[in-house]
């Protein structure tokens, strides 16, 4: 692996690379440790966390489909208090920068997760998810809708000083119209795509598959749709954009970046092959040392110049 | 899990076809066969590309000469379908050992084995590893006669075997409950571990329970991580403050069946 | 094949067995005249027809992605007048029921094409492609605007008394609302989903793959998302469905129809297999007949009865 | 496109690694192989479900004992390498013939063939169909040595055969079209057929173009049905009514070069 400089920043928040691992896909970073070397990566991004603890939906919660995975995980989580005294501690040593990805049923769950983990040591960002797709109140309601979005962006605002970056929802027609309710409101960063909704049915139980019937729907299957919506975003807005979807290696992650990405995210890949993060680090910075001279910047958005 | 899961790249050393489109296969991978305990398993890939997408979960049915891992694989779809299709020589990606798997047995605790076909491949290892022997009981059940390959491995037979089919074509016929019951009846053991189809273990916890025997179930349930990443294998847990779950692959998949919400799962 | 009743009513087209195929993916219909007895399908779906010819969109326009196909067409076709001439005496001999994709860049468009082929005889119904991602003006601002919808519908609705097949877009927050649009202003069924709007970049050439940038996804990459939708749609409209979006076998007809869809029609897998959608007819029959006596219409939504 | 294309299953007969990479295949199929023309093609798949999605064009390179195809194939990704991994005895779906072929060369009509290395394919046929013979011209670029071996095939070594590679280990360094061009000033033929390279072959219309020789290109664009029904395979003509496209599956393969708009290709 050759040694040039991938640092980038994303708001406030400076990765010492591009790669982050997307929530819900990496635990809460220990899971993997025996895996790969964790400080190797740009960022984590937690579990999705909730004041409370979740227990999530009834199995099953997971099944295949064609170059893709269907999941309905409901948000389990250990909630805010158990995520502060086991979880946090572990990943604050770590030189990854931390994301904690926050969910919530209501405006006051999400301000209570940022304000309350603001305070403690170890947490660079948020990434707010107002955008799974999997839980009755997820907070996709907000996700669809600009004026919601915008207003718990303000609120969220004024609970911490640290970087927002906002999880859009490709499930609507115009993902351009929240981000810029986002925007206005003071966020700092996009990422996308969340999971897009989707389902199977067995037809031997006549019944959907999954336990919550619908899911989310992630890997290589979706990444010409997250791709696009990554495009799009770019061409509407000036924060910079965290993408992912379906990425499985650093060709899928370059293509992100000539889309608008400012950086990445590795998501189902981690479920195939734990060192896929990690193996996606060194692939750019290959590919980026050949391109030397050119700076990591001069790439991000670079197919909108053809 | 206490044991260090690594990713390794094994070497096929044996692969035949056994009983019905199963295959027994040697996989040689030092660094899981050194550490792995009977219950555990690992998560393989045996394909380039994202068909399937997921890796897939094989219990470890034993280790061979310290080195390899013996595994027995029934072929139901495309993951198992190219990964028994691998020949001595070719490579697997694996990561592991996986899972809790089953406690020991304590000193002079009398532990049965009940197993439904390749539910055995477990309970084989706890044998191997731990040193079953002919006064430990083994319950088998298969759907005929084709199945009772499995009860002919050498492991296996130093136990005190008993085995049905559900088409009476070799061993009793019915259903291995039929002949646990009675065995249960009469004197039953410190502790019931079993493993196989989901029915079947159902059943079998239900019959401990009502004997006031511990039994320990090893579940089967779709996985995508294999190590407590993405909380996709839930397993329903009886809990008087509602609903809750545990983890297939990291808190299992061996449990207490009394714990388990079997209506829910 | 076993000689059950498949009969199916389509608002009022009725069709001989519930299997279409998809337009785009069926040329004119003759195309696959070699390859099998076109009389055996329940319906052919022609490309869209536009007033005017049109050239379509410069290559590359057509590319393979994991489990899926990325398509900018642009929606060439021979233009109204030599689908009359040329084309409609050919499918008018059919015993399959014709339907003719109708698309457009204003309401003038789809009323000309509607109202020419009225009067003509062999056109047993219109499929209306208010979805096409793929062209500026191909109508996709009619398939995410409810109100644009309704009236264009009614547009429709007074031009012709052919039954009204309306093509919805999935790329849109709710199909619900489009669909309650067109269904109060007289549409007779609805057919979904159309492409997913999606990309890819050739990071070697650092510009999009496609001639026209951006494409929309099929195949069976979609089929969870589609299964969704129409699932959805089937909750909120009293309407027939005709469901499609990566069914290439007879069980992910079986899922559409369990979800909700009265027919189901094939795009994609015409072109990996020319005899996929009569294999699909043959494989629904038989299905058919193992549940005998039950009728094909006990099926049509079973799943939401678990 | 008269003949009746037909969808088959057919059995390979041979399969032969040759020259870089590549695979000489005999498939039997007779009913493609009894109507096929020089420059038609095939759509193969020789796996099952999605991964490639769709079927891969093969040109026939010709037919072998009146009921099979000779087809040469470069693995350059997934579906060309699951094609050529097919053995004898195995089989392989196809769907054909497809396209429209060269045209036969009229009576006392002199015709030149151009190939850049796997383009030899369709131009083989077309020898072994018209019976080109010593008096034929046939101008070949490899990139390297290994590429020679298409021009020892025996169809082929009937032309007067006038080879060059890219790195000059073998035949006259250089590109095809620096041989092409004296040739052409010294005297032209009536036509030339062409198949290779998008660049060389927009090379060897522009040669042609400038001698005033009728030149027949067989275009490679992806295609997804490959008979006319998807309309995804444009090719960019040249129209004074602004744009217009023709398709290469059903138009062509094979284009009079002077009709098609190479900057818009
Ligand atoms: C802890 C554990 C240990 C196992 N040990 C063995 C073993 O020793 N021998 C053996 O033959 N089988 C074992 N299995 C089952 C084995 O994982 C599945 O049979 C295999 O994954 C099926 O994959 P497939 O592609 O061949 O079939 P598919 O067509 O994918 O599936 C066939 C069936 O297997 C189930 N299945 C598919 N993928 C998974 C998955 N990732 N996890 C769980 N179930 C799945 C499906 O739900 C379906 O019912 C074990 C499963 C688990 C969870
Ligand atoms: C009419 C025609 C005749 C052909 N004849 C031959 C032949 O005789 N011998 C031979 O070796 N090759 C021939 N090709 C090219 C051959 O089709 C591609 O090399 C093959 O499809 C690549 O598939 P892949 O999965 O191996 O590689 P991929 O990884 O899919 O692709 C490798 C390259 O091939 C191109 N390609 C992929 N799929 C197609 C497709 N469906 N159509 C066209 N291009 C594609 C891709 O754009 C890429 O540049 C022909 C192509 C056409 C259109
Ligand atoms: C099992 C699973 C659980 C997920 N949980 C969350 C979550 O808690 N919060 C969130 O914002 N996104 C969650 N996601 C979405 C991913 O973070 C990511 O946006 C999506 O999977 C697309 O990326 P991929 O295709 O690389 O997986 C989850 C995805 C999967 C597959
Ligand atoms: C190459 C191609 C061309 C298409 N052209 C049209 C069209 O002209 N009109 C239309 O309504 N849909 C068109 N579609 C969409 C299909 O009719 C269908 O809705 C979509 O492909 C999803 O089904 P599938 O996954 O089975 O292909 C086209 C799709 C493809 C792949
Ligand atoms: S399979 Fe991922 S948590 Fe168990
Ligand atoms: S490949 Fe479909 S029209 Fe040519």
Redesign the interface.
Same mark, same amino acid.
């Given at each position: 692996m050759s040694n040039v400089d991938m640092t980038v920043r994303i708001g406030g928040l400076t990765l010492k690379n591009p790669v982050l691992v997307s929530s819900g896909t990496f635990g809460y970073g220990r899971e993997f440790a025996d895996f790969i070397d964790l400080n190797k990566l740009g960022g984590i991004i937690t579990k999705a966390i909730t004041p409370k603890p979740r227990a999530g939906n009834p199995p099953p919660r997971i099944i295949e489909t064609p170059a893709g995975v269907l999941n309905a995980i409901g948000l389990e989580n250990c909630g805010l208090d158990v995520f502060i005294k086991d979880k946090l501690p572990y990943l604050k040593d770590l030189s990854a920068a931390i994301v904690v990805n926050v969910a919530g049923a209501c405006e006051s769950d999400y301000v209570e997760v940022v304000s309350s983990l603001s305070k403690e040591d170890g947490v660079d960002a948020f990434e707010i998810n107002i955008s799974c797709p999997n839980v009755k109140h997820g907070g996709i309601e907000f996700g669809t809708d600009a004026g919601r979005a915008g207003e718990l962006v303000a609120n969220l605002r004024s609970a911490t000083k640290l970087p927002l970056i906002i999880k859009l929802s490709p499930n609507v027609a115009d993902v351009c119209e929240i981000a810029a309710g986002a925007e206005a409101a003071g966020a700092d960063a996009f990422s996308l795509v969340n999971t897009y909704r989707g389902m199977a049915i067995d037809i031997a139980k006549e019944r959907p598959v999954l336990g919550n019937k619908i899911g989310g729907l992630s890997g290589p299957a979706i990444k010409p749709l997250a791709l696009y919506q990554v495009w799009k975003l770019y061409q509407s807005v000036k924060l910079p954009i965290i993408g992912m979807g379906g990425i499985m290696n650093h060709i899928d992650a370059i293509e992100f970046i000539y889309a608008g990405a400012s950086a990445v995210s590795v998501g189902t890949a981690n479920f195939i092959d734990p060192s896929a993060s990690v193996k996606i680090v060194d692939g750019l910075s290959t590919w980026l040392a050949e391109k030397s001279p050119r700076g990591f910047e001069y790439f991000i958005g670079r197919a909108h110049r053809a | 899990m206490n044991t260090?899961?690594?990713?390794s790249i094994a070497r096929v050393i044996r692969a035949n076809r056994f009983a019905k489109e199963c295959c027994e296969m040697v996989l040689e991978c030092p660094g899981i066969a050194a550490s792995a305990k009977p219950g555990q398993f690992v998560q393989m890939?045996a394909w380039e #590309?994202?068909?399937?997408?997921?890796?897939r979960p094989i219990s470890i049915a034993g280790v061979v000469d310290r080195s390899s891992l013996l595994l027995w694989i029934r072929i139901v779809g495309?993951g198992s379908r190219l990964i028994t299709s691998k020949l001595p020589g070719d490579e697997i990606?694996l990561?592991g050992p996986l899972g809790n798997g089953f406690e020991p047995p304590d000193k002079n605790e009398k532990v049965w084995m009940v197993a439904g076909t390749l539910g055995a491949a477990p309970l084989r290892f706890y044998s191997q590893l731990y040193g079953a022997g002919a006064d430990c009981r083994f319950f088998y059940g298969g759907a005929a006669s084709c199945d009772m390959e499995v009860v002919e491995d050498a492991e296996i037979c130093k136990m005190n075997v008993c085995a049905t089919t559900e088409d009476g074509s070799a061993g009793q016929k019915g259903l291995v409950t039929d002949i646990l019951k009675p065995a249960l009846d009469e004197s039953p053991p410190d502790r019931i571990i079993t493993c196989g189809p989901k029915g079947m273990m159902k059943a079998v916890a239900a019959l401990s329970a009502a004997a006031g025997t511990k039994c320990d179930v090893s579940l089967d349930?779709?996985?995508?991580? #294999?190590? #407590?990443?993405?909380?996709?294998?839930?397993?329903?847990i009886l809990d008087d403050g509602?609903?809750?779950?545990l983890h297939a692959c990291?808190d299992g998949p061996v449990f207490d069946s009394a714990v388990i919400d079997w209506e829910?799962?």
């Open positions: - | 260090k899961k690594t990713s890939k #590309g994202f068909q399937p997408l997921l890796r495309p990606e990561i349930c779709f996985m995508a991580c #294999g190590f #407590g990443a993405c909380m996709g294998c839930a397993v329903p509602g609903k809750r779950y990291s829910a799962l």
